[in-house]
């Protein structure tokens, strides 16, 4: 009954338009300020891309809408070298891992702040915003811990919602709103709505969208896998989130708050273990408020004051017998930088301070208190050349104080940028990996921090006829990388351990072809990107004994061609993996197409965009994590209404 009260919603949200609307400016105002050729996550101030000396990879709006996507993590396929596991089809639950870190090794930001769980880096994409919110999409390939802190050791993926990027005046662009809504097999159904009031001084917007299918039925050895009772265990799911966010002028500084949530519950088959007793189901809750004071665009010493704060609730229940893990973490943070510039250095300095926490029936109650502080230099040594240097001290009752230093060049030739450096990386182990007692998995409270340095070289070009190409190659030697090895029992259950390894080495090759032509009111859109990686575990058993440590991709092939011709659009995305071992913990080796067709008319005033998506084309079997199953051929026919 809910699913149909929800997209009765919908429908009238498209029936009965509002009146007097005017399109949403967003989009424009975020091209003014963030055009596609500057970045503000690789130095944590607006710096053009091609004096960072980092690889950063850009999703503008237009992007995203021109993609096959429905969800964040599906956006986040499709970046290159970004290296998405999920457990659950449709954005239900995954992991990120990038150049060949674990999934707690990426940092995750949204609109400048820490989403990262205490807990565990399971719940990394419990986001509590819609995609629909979300304006702009940057992805710092490669170490960040010397700007942001813990966890950035494989890179950060900032998401950059519509709201936050008011600086300001802002323009009259009155009010809009949206409608979308997808139905596809296993009675899938996906839908949201969304509005934005844009006035002189405030803009204000509120989004909803909800998920759900009944699943396909999960089968071992070509048999359905049953509960207790005899019923079906299925990969159904059930999601909803929200978020509401204020932009306001106050003068010489703009105020932006935003509170948001995430609910969902999902059957968990074979998430965490590959036990033949695993019939696990979970549900997860997630409150977010984040509150922010800066200066306007334009101001002689930029600055900014932050606020954050996120609860998150898990139960899960791995099987009729065990009874349900209930477990609460909590994280509560204040942020602060302001930027300077004198002759040819800008100055960028800030500083950090929060409290972490979980209550757990399973894993007990804990809390930490963490502080770090970091200073940017960005030298315009040269006309071509261009030196950025960082420096962060953490402390964490966990490690203690920890210096974690980077340099990285760039250095203009006309089209091409050569850029070159490294630092030194920090990651905490969190609270499953310190506490876990499980019958299937441990904990250590005795682990150490993983440590890392990372060096890399690489080179961007803009090639004639609208093409542009990137190749980075990297490097990186972890002392303590945290994994979970096997413990095989002569009597009892086996279960997994965390523990610290000796030695991890990483070597990889990172590559992207870009072509993007218009001609009138035909444009194309091609992207191939190719990721390469190599690694090694000097550790006292083999990589066959260990959980997550090489379940990274060997080789990795990610392309996308999207075609508007007038009123059409047709977007096609590919995934293909090759792994880096051959072990009972995922598909080896797969890889799938995914495929959309659009055709956008107007329809009473209102751009109206209708929809035919197909997922998982070829119908391939496959897992990222153990053998949960992801899903197969899925068509979903879709509308979208835009006021």
Known sequence: MHRFLFLVACACAVVFPVQGQAPDTAEVAFAVQLPDSVVVTASRTVSAAQETGRRVSVYTREDIEALSVNSVDQLLDQVGGLDVQSRGGFGVQSDLTMRGSTFNGVLLLLDGARVNDPYTGHFLMDLPVPLSEIARVEVLHGPATALYGPDALGGVVHLITKTALRSGAMDDGGLSARADGRYGKNALYEGGVAARHVGGRTAVSAAATAQGSDGQTIRSDGQPVTYDDGSTVRTDFQRRAGTVALARDLGDATWYTRAGGDDREFGAYHYYTNFPSDRAREATSTFWLQSRLSSNSGADTPWRVQAFAKQHRDRYTYSATSGSNRHISRRVQVQGQASHTLGAVRVTGGADAGLRGVDSNRDGIHSDPSAGAFVNLQWRATSRLTVNQSTRVDYDPVYGVEPTPQLYLAYGLGPVTLRAGGGRVVRAPNYVERYINSATNRGNANLDAETAWSGEAGADVRLPAHLSLS?????RTTDNAID???????????????????????????????????????????????????????AARGPDAYKYGLNSARHQVQGSASLTAGAVTLGLQGLWKDRQRDAPLATDRYGVVHGRLGYTTRLSGARTTLSLELRNAFDREYSEIFDAPLPGRTLLVGASVQL
Do not use: K, M
Not at 502 to 508: K, M
Not at 515 to 535: E, I, Q, S
């Open 484 to 538: 979970y090895s096997l413990q095989e029992q002569a009597s009892g259950p086996d279960f997994f351990q965390a523990q610290n390894l000796d030695r991890t080495t990483t070597t990889g090759l990172e590559s992207e072809l870009s072509f993007d032509r218009r001609l009138g009111a035909v444009g194309l859109n091609l992207n191939a990107a190719y990721t390469l990686l190599d690694a090694t575990l000097d």
């Open 471 to 475: 190749v980075t190659g990297f490097h």
